[in-house]
Nanobody, 126 residues
Framework: QVQLVESGGGLVQAGGSLRLSCAAS????????MGWFRQVTGKEREFVAA????????YYADSVKGRFTISRDNSKNTVDLQMNSLKPEDTAVYYC???????????????????WGQGTQVTVSS
């Protein structure tokens, strides 16, 4: 079973940057698209970004496009999320997850992803 561990969260001022990392156990992860989601208490978990298994397909939520960059290193089984120009509304717990099928169609539905990590808190102060 795949296990994912997120890291890199923290407290940052608006306009600042953070880089989140997701470490995956098992090289089978390189076969799957990966995604980042975020959740605020009391709200549904929402899509942030996703990357195809080869890294040539990148998908972003409109709210983060142009500010966030997702990348992966299959040799290290890691998926990163570089977050720039952070805003207070980016405050959330961020989770990484694997797509549940070998063929990724660009889905942004959290129900199509699994093996969720424990999450890492990102807090952006105004």
């Amino acid at each position: 079973q795949v296990q994912l561990v997120e890291s890199g969260g923290g407290l940052v001022q608006a306009g600042g940057s953070l880089r989140l990392s997701c470490a995956a156990s098992g090289d089978i992860v390189s076969l799957y698209a990966m995604g980042w989601f975020r959740q605020v208490t009391g709200k549904e978990r929402e899509f942030v970004a996703a990357i195809s298994r080869t890294g040539d397909g990148l998908y972003y939520a409109d709210s983060v496009k142009g500010r966030f960059t997702i990348s992966r290193d299959n040799s290290k089984n890691t998926v990163d999320l570089q977050m720039n120009s952070l805003k207070p509304e980016d405050t959330a717990v961020y989770y990484c997850a694997t797509y549940l099928s070998l063929y990724y169609s660009g889905s942004r539905d959290r129900r199509d992803f699994g093996s969720w990590g424990q999450g890492t808190q990102v807090t952006v102060s105004s």
